[in-house]
């Protein structure tokens, strides 16, 4: 069985250090696969959703760099 792990891309815990440290330990851990999310549709209003927010590109570049599995 593959099991995959969401990186943490939004929220407070949010960090550029913090998700190449979570997809290093992923692929020490043996995890098949990273994930991150992508908000197509936001809101009319100025809401806020949530406090941080990496972009989606960025965190697949970071995590491509810093480790050996994950290239796609």
């Not at 851990?29 to 406090?51: H, I, M, N, Q």
């Not at 990496?54 to 290239?71: D, E, G, I, L």
Request: charged fraction near 25%; glycine fraction near 6%.
């Amino acid at each position: 069985m593959d099991i995959g792990l969401a990186l943490p891309t939004a929220g407070p815990q949010t960090s550029p250090e913090t998700i190449v440290k979570v997809a290093k330990e992923a692929e020490r851990l043996g995890y098949s696969a990273l994930w991150t999310f992508e908000r197509l549709l936001r809101p009319l209003d100025k809401v806020r959703l949530w406090t941080g927010g990496a972009n989606p590109r960025c965190c697949r570049s970071s995590t491509a760099r810093c480790t050996s599995r994950w290239r796609r």
